[in-house]
Nanobody, 121 residues
Framework: QVQLVESGGGLVQAGGSLRLSCAAS????????MGWFRQAPGKERELVCA????????FYADSVKGRFTISRDNAKNTVDLQMNNLKPEDTAVYYC??????????????WGQGTQVTVSS
């Protein structure tokens, strides 16, 4: 079992930046792929970005390429999401997830509780 706790959400103006963090505890963290999902009101949850367990492979949704960066520190059991040049359409609840598999096809098994990101225009 893996427990995931997100932090760092908040309210920011368009063009601003936020950094989300996810702290993992429980079973061996480094062997999991890690990802960030988001869900906006009335929309389905979508994969924003993901990192392989080694960090050597990453995946980004087209909508965030060049603006978002995922990074993980297996020694600290953390995975971060740096979000730059935020847009109002980035407003959503962001979830950290852990799972097995090869990017981008991962069996996402564990989820955090989510953190709200609101971007004002």
């Amino acid at each position: 079992q893996v427990q995931l706790v997100e932090s760092g959400g908040g309210l920011v103006q368009a063009g601003g930046s936020l950094r989300l963090s996810c702290a993992a505890s429980g079973r061996t963290f480094p062997r999991y792929a890690m990802g960030w999902f988001r869900q906006a009101p009335g929309k389905e949850r979508e994969l924003v970005c993901a990192s392989s367990w080694s960090g050597s492979r990453t995946f980004y949704a087209d909508s965030v390429k060049g603006r978002f960066t995922i990074s993980r520190d297996n020694a600290k059991n953390t995975v971060d999401l740096q979000m730059n040049n935020l847009k109002p359409e980035d407003t959503a609840v962001y979830y950290c997830a852990a799972g097995y598999g090869t990017l981008p096809t991962v069996d996402w098994r564990y989820w955090g509780q989510g953190t709200q990101v609101t971007v004002s225009s």
